[in-house]
């Protein structure tokens, strides 16, 4: 006689055998202000897209939903010129690919979806729909997320000293850390701006993003007029990594790997003076690929911190999650949402109207 036990099946079993019902897809544009900076770029808007999925599966006893954000990080800055560097997928080539994958997602078994994510070649896309596959996990849903984050703060000419104490004193109290991005003023101004941010707390500790913009003169000369036991590292402070490792050759200051990563071909290996991975799954790929990254990574003594796409709302909390569950000690560097003038998902968990429209709808029925 068997027991209760060995005819149940797992809450996960449940979930990977259940029946994909129906797919969405939106696409939203939001409005940003101030501008964010995409390397020394600006971008004034963030367009991507939103896929959810309904399960149906007769052991569930009802249908399950989830969202995901899926927003390459492309597309033209506030001068009309293509932005460089980041994803190389256009928004309107990820569109195609999934008015052509997700139809056939329909009365499939969850599980279907996480393979195509194996073999889609647009990162984006590979990311969004490996996310989705892990979104229905109890290992995701119940996830504990840190609620700490690493705050951004770059040079804005018109900020006063009064409103860049303020903005500093309301940190939380847990706060130890904080990004800065550079490469994007005068070193003159820069070096006076980060001056003033430890005057107002001298005990924080500065995450550095050049975005690859000094050269290796510039890049020494900006730090050695900076104090050094301040600086965690500095991300990609140069070009090449050839340059950057003279950075760290000739101060000592650790250097960590962002865009470097976005390179399809990327495989990790460690030198010296290299402190942490940035890791923006949305330019890097499906999950899988991230998991295996950072264990590689962590062998070496390497940080992962995760960090945002400029995603919305929606990608943006999913992010923290994942976060907390792959770099469970780090506090990911998230805090990219000031600047959006509408979120993308409201506070019922259902789309914002304003900021999105339906693209395709797939279904059994």
């Known amino acids: 006689m068997h027991t209760d036990d060995n005819n149940e099946t797992s809450s996960l079993e449940k979930v990977e055998l259940a029946i994909i019902s129906e797919l969405t897809l939106h696409r939203y544009q939001i409005p940003l202000s101030p501008t964010l900076p995409v390397a020394t770029q600006r971008i004034d808007q963030r367009s991507g897209l939103v896929i959810s999925a309904q399960l149906n599966h007769a052991q569930l006893n009802h249908a399950q939903c989830e969202s995901v954000e899926i927003s390459p990080l492309s597309g033209v800055d506030t001068n009309n010129k293509p932005l460089v560097g980041f994803s190389e997928e256009s928004l309107e080539q990820v569109i195609a ?7 056939l997602l329909i009365n499939k078994p969850l599980t279907e979806l996480a393979n195509i994510a194996s073999e889609i070649k647009l990162p984006s896309a590979a990311f969004g729909l490996s996310l989705l596959a892990t979104k229905f996990s109890s290992a995701f849903q119940y996830a504990h997320v840190d609620d700490r984050k690493i705050s951004l703060f770059y040079y804005q000419p018109n900020t006063t000293n009064e409103a860049l104490a303020a903005k500093i004193n309301a940190l939380p109290k847990r706060t130890y850390a904080i990004k800065v991005k550079v490469a994007q003023a005068s070193i003159e101004q820069e070096i006076q701006f980060i001056h003033q941010i430890l005057s107002i707390n001298p005990k924080l500790k500065l995450r550095l993003d050049a975005n690859q913009g000094f050269s290796a003169e510039q890049a020494i000369e900006f730090l050695a007029c900076l104090p050094k036991a301040s600086i965690e590292y ?29 390179d399809a071909d990327y495989q990790f290996t460690m030198f010296d003076g290299l402190a942490a991975l940035i890791i923006k799954p949305m330019i890097i790929g499906n999950i899988d690929k991230l998991a295996k990254l950072i264990e590689t990574a962590t062998e070496h003594g390497v940080r992962c911190i995760f960090s945002s796409s400029l995603e919305a709302n929606l990608g943006i909390n999913d992010l923290a999650t994942l976060a907390a569950q792959l770099t469970p000690d780090e506090i990911p560097g998230l805090d990219t949402l000031a600047n959006f003038s509408e979120p993308l998902m409201l506070e019922n968990n259902q789309l914002n109207p304003q900021v999105t429209q339906l693209i395709n709808r797939y279904t059994n029925e």
């Open 97 to 103: 690919l999934l008015q052509q994958q997700l139809p």
């Open 234 to 262: 500095i991300e990609e402070p140069c070009q090449t990594l050839k340059e950057s490792r003279m950075v760290y050759q000739a101060l000592k200051i650790p250097f960590a790997l962002d865009e470097t990563l976005n």
